[in-house]
């Protein structure tokens, strides 16, 4: 079987878990939802699909010789698999980060912008 097919086709059998930790991903935590929050959690998840279909075709490839045709699906899937998982989990992190800053950020300006009494009035 051609290997870009054998690609698609066990691409196409993640596919649904892809799309469940995807839209778990997207889902959690549930603020701040914004346009800039959800095109960041579409660029992560195109780039871990990306990166997964990249990580399965070098799968195929590199169990060339090792224990049959088989033995090439299951390492594509699991290195596909850990490709996508890694790329989300190494983006959660990130993603608090960039949100936690934008909060201090907004929260400064927003302090900044107050009257002296209503800012007297958070403090206590």
Sequence with gaps: MNPSIETALAFILFLPVFAIIGVLYCLFPRHPRGAARLLGDLAVLILAAVLSV?????????????????????????LA???????????????????????????ATTLAAMPLSARMDTLT
């Design 54 to 78: 990249f990580a399965m075709r070098w799968g195929f490839h590199a169990a060339a010789g090792v224990a049959g045709a088989l033995w090439k699906q299951i390492v594509a899937t699991l």
């Design 81 to 107: 698999y850990g490709a996508f998982l890694a790329i989300v989990c190494l983006a959660l992190p990130l993603r608090a980060l960039w949100w936690h800053r934008g909060k201090r950020a907004i929260g």
